[in-house]
């Protein structure tokens, strides 16, 4: 992995902390120049263009923390270039402790990410794992607090950061029923938690039961 730590990406000292002004397209047009970079990268080196998404996404939020959101652009644009980097990131053959770094490195930034920027990269937890069995131990580590997070007791209820990334750990481990149970302790009956247990459905075969589910 030597290569890939030497390697000299030019997009790492444009995303530096606070790099980006109130505009959002300097930002927009910087964030188009990674993900080119990256993918020229990807072609030649899965593993190389992985590493330089986990290092982007590291930088976006620092990045645009000034950057005006208002109008939805630079929303739309990281919403977006998340799902490439995301898929980027899956789809390497890294090693096993490489692939354990990255999440790491993503979790972090994910549980630092205060605007949030970076928020939809918990939606693609379960793929960026890289495999059943890793999304599962994931998933094992943080189902607990996700419980209580959901729990119909208002005293033991509340927000934890990574309950959508759980969510889709365990879609990806094929924990159908235990995603189902998961969401269906959620109060607040919330779409985007909701979404999961259709998700979940759809996993089991249920399809008709998927669409019941969703119009509830």
Known sequence: MAKTAQHKWEFKPRFRRHAFGWRSQPAIQRLKQALVEIRKAAKKDPVLGAEGAVTLIERLSPALEHVDSSSGAIGSAVFSALGELSALIAEASAPPQVRESWLARLWQAHADDEIPYIESLA?????????????????????????????????????????TACFSALQRAGRFEELLALVDRDPSNLWHHRVWGVRALVGMGRKADAVRYAER
């Open 123 to 163: 939606e693609h937890w379960g793929a960026i794992c890289g495999s059943r069995e890793r999304a599962s131990a994931w998933a094992n580590d943080h189902i607990g607090i996700v419980s209580m997070a959901l729990s119909p007791d208002p005293t033991l209820r509340g927000h934890y950061k990574g309950t």
